[in-house]
Structures are given as structure tokens and as C-alpha cells.
């Protein structure tokens, strides 16, 4: 089996702190985000190379991410664009990929955005035993929040009815970009785009497998998150530290409150101030400030604000004016 794990987006959503980093590269206490789907993936026996999809801009990050990387498996396959408006869409990234790479063995695919709480291996022997396209799925809970995914309605295991983005739900289990296709259905991707369907959302490519065949759902409970906003990437952090901070040993905390959910990267200077489900980045530097639900980037220095709900570039000044 081969694996691909998808990092070519832009994460325009998530700027400043993604304008020059892969959003992948977030870091989510000890481990960045790719790093926890990378190790799912290196113990796994049956997966023989992992292919890292992505554009031409993160190309250099990548390459230098994955040399000094812990992993042996991972391997960079760069998309023929640089900028967002010359993206052709992950479903003809896939398919350039799978022509590009010469992949003819059974190919298990997850974005590099996603946080899954369940393990990698557990979803292939799913795949193995149902031996057909099959996806992973997760109850949103929320149907306002179901309208930006594929919506999957299941007999039993089986998708019987697949919707990418419906407008009016009619349930919360959604698709989470986590997919499996045997060897012998890669040919389907050419198929697929050849009848002028969507090349963008691999959802809508879902939705043509299960009406041209058999599809079924692999899904869990624990939990789930799509990192494409500065909220869910704050949300992400707070599940994997669960109520606890993470300080860099080489941190300075002087006379500051810090509460939970805190993550406090190398180098960073913070003094006088108070710190709630928060993120600061390396070489940051906070005085006489109260943050809340903000992002700080590296090398930043803020002084005497109080910022709630913030993201605040890399190498930015903010004071209070005084």
C-alpha cells in the first residue's frame, strides 16, 4: 500500500501565521499536526512510502521538514502550482499524483490538515476488510456545521447517500478527507475527471463512487479537527493538552498567571502578564499584557494590551501607544 498525505493548500484563513509556513507545521504541543498522521503511518507495515502532495511555494519547507525529519517514509511529490488561482483541485492533484509516482498499489489518502483522534492503522484494516473505496466519518454534532463537508448516510457501514455541502442537512456525519481506494479503482480517478465532474472537493469525487459502486464509512467518536481556521487550531491545542500548558524548557515565565490550554514555544519571553488558551511562538516577547484565545507569532513583541480572539503575525510591534 502506498500512502498520500495532502498539503498543498494555502491556508489563506489562517494568515499571517500561515503566509510562510505550511499549516501543517503548526505545532500541537511536542508534535507539529503532519507529525502525528506521519507516525500513524511509519508503524504501519503495510504502508511502503508515504507521498507528501504539495505546490511549489512549500516545496523547499517540505523537502528540508521531511530530511530532518525522524520518519523514512515520507516522500515529497510537488504539485505543478505556486499560487492559490493556479490550483487545479485535490482530485486532479490526486490524479497527477498517482501518474506521476507510477502508484499502482491500494492508496490510503488524508489531508495534513486533519487531527483524527483514531489510529491510521485501525481505518487500513477496516479498508482491508471491506476490500472497496472507503472513507472515514465523524458526527459534527451540528447541522449549521455539516454544510461545509460531505454529509455520509450510512445502512449499517455502507454509504447509501453521499452529499458534499448540502445546504440543508439531514444529518451531522460528515466526511473527514480521509479516504482508501483499491488498486484496481486508481483508474476511476481519470475516469472521473474525464466526464467533466468537479476536480476540486475530493467529497464530490466520493459522491460519484457511491453512485457508480460500493462505498462504506469507517466511523469513530472520539474526535476530530479540520485546522483551517485560528479557532480550530486554538481548539486542536486545547484537546491534545487537555487542560494542561506546554512550556518550552527554554521559555521565560516571569510573574504570570497562565491558565490552561497555554503553549508556550522556545525562546519566548512573557512577564507581567496573563495567559488563557493561548499560543506563543518562538522568540515572541510579552510584557504587562492579558492574552485570551490568541495566536502569537514568532519573534513578536507586545506590550501592555490586553488581546482576546488575536492573531498576531510574525516580527509585529504592538503596544498600547504610551
Given amino acids: ?63 528540508e521538514y521531511i530530511d530532518e525529519s525522524p520518519f ?17 483541485g485535490v482530485v486532479g492533484a490526486l ?8 502508484v499502482d498499489e491500494d492508496l490510503v489518502v488524508i489531508a ?30 451540528d447541522k449549521e456545521l455539516a454544510k461545509a463537508y460531505g454529509l455520509v448516510e450510512l445502512d449499517g457501514d455502507r454509504v447509501i447517500n453521499f452529499q458534499e455541502k448540502p ?10 478527507a480521509c479516504y482508501a481506494i483499491p488498486a484496481g479503482d486508481l483508474p476511476k ?21 457511491q453512485q457508480n459502486g460500493d ?21 486542536a491545542v486545547a484537546w491534545y493538552l487537555g487542560g494542561e500548558n506546554y512550556i518550552h524548557e527554554s521559555a521565560t515565565l516571569t510573574n504570570t498567571e497562565v491558565g490552561t490550554n497555554v503553549h508556550v514555544m522556545a525562546d519566548a519571553v512573557v512577564e507581567d502578564s496573563v495567559l488563557e488558551e493561548s499560543v506563543v511562538f518562538p ?15 514568532e519573534e513578536t513583541h507586545i506590550e501592555s494590551l490586553d488581546l482576546s480572539n488575536a492573531l498576531i503575525g510574525a516580527h509585529s510591534r504592538l503596544t498600547n501607544g504610551q
Fill in 283 to 297: 522568540g515572541a516577547v510579552i510584557r504587562n499584557a492579558e492574552l485570551k484565545s490568541s495566536i502569537v507569532d
Fill in 215 to 235: 462505498l462504506f464509512a469507517y466511523t469513530f467518536d472520539e474526535a476530530w479537527f479540520d485546522i483551517g481556521t485560528p479557532q480550530s487550531y486554538l481548539d
Fill in 95 to 102: 490524479a497527477q499524483l498517482i501518474d506521476r509516482e507510477e
Fill in 1 to 63: 500500500m502506498k500512502a498520500v498525505v495532502l498539503a498543498g493548500g494555502y491556508a489563506t484563513r489562517l494568515w499571517p501565521i500561515t503566509k510562510h509556513r505550511p499549516k501543517m507545521f503548526l505545532p500541537v504541543g511536542d508534535q507539529t499536526v503532519i507529525d502525528t498522521i506521519f507516525e500513524d503511518l511509519e508503524a504501519d507495515d503495510r504502508v511502503s512510502e508515504v507521498f507528501v502532495s504539495t505546490n511549489e511555494r512549500f516545496a523547499d519547507a517540505f523537502e
Fill in 189 to 209: 480517478f481519470d475516469e472521473y475527471l474525464s466526464g467533466d465532474n468537479n476536480p476540486d472537493e475530493p467529497g464530490w469525487f466520493m459522491q460519484w463512487l
Fill in 167 to 176: 445546504e440543508d442537512p439531514k444529518s451531522t456525519l460528515v466526511s473527514i
Fill in 112 to 141: 495534513g490538515d486533519n487531527l483524527i483522534s483514531f489510529d491510521v492503522a485501525d481505518f487500513v484494516d477496516f479498508f482491508y476488510e471491506k476490500n472497496a473505496p472507503c472513507l472515514a466519518a465523524y458526527d459534527v454534532g
Fill in 72 to 88: 523514512e517514509k515520507p516522500t515529497l511529490s510537488v504539485e505543478d502550482t505556486s499560487e492559490e488561482d493556479e490550483k487545479f
